[in-house]
């Protein structure tokens, strides 16, 4: 059973930095290209940055050269690392696995405000 979760949202003041977490199982997460996706209130789900083998990675356009995306292939980890947060980053952070028909973590939430 494939397994997403989610980990190190919270509340942080612009301009601050936060590192999420997405620990996988279940599949094989080397195998994959792992992404994470956004959702802000009210709108549709954004991409944020996606990740093949260790070092491929592409970012959308709204956090790139602020945010990192990275993944530990021995301990089935994939890791954002946020900084220069901007109150427009305030969103439901979700990783996903396009194993089989796809799957989604349960997200976690990030708040950016003072």
């Known amino acids: 059973q494939v397994q997403l979760v989610e980990s190190g949202g919270g509340l942080v003041q612009p301009g601050g930095s936060l590192r999420l977490s997405c620990a996988a199982s279940?599949?094989?997460?080397?195998?994959?290209?792992m992404s994470w996706f956004r959702q802000a209130p009210g709108k549709e789900h954004e991409f944020v940055a996606q990740?093949?083998?260790?070092?491929?990675?592409t970012y959308g356009d709204a956090v790139k050269g602020r945010f990192t995306i990275s993944r530990d292939n021995a301990k089935n980890m994939l890791y954002l690392q946020m900084s220069s947060l901007k109150p427009e980053d305030t969103a439901v952070y979700y990783c996903?696995?396009?194993?089989?028909?796809?799957?989604w973590g349960q997200g976690t939430q990030v708040t950016v405000s003072s």
């Open positions: 279940g599949f094989s997460f080397k195998s994959y290209l």
């Open positions: 990740i093949w083998l260790e070092t491929s990675t």
């Open positions: 996903y696995a396009p194993y089989g028909n796809g799957h």
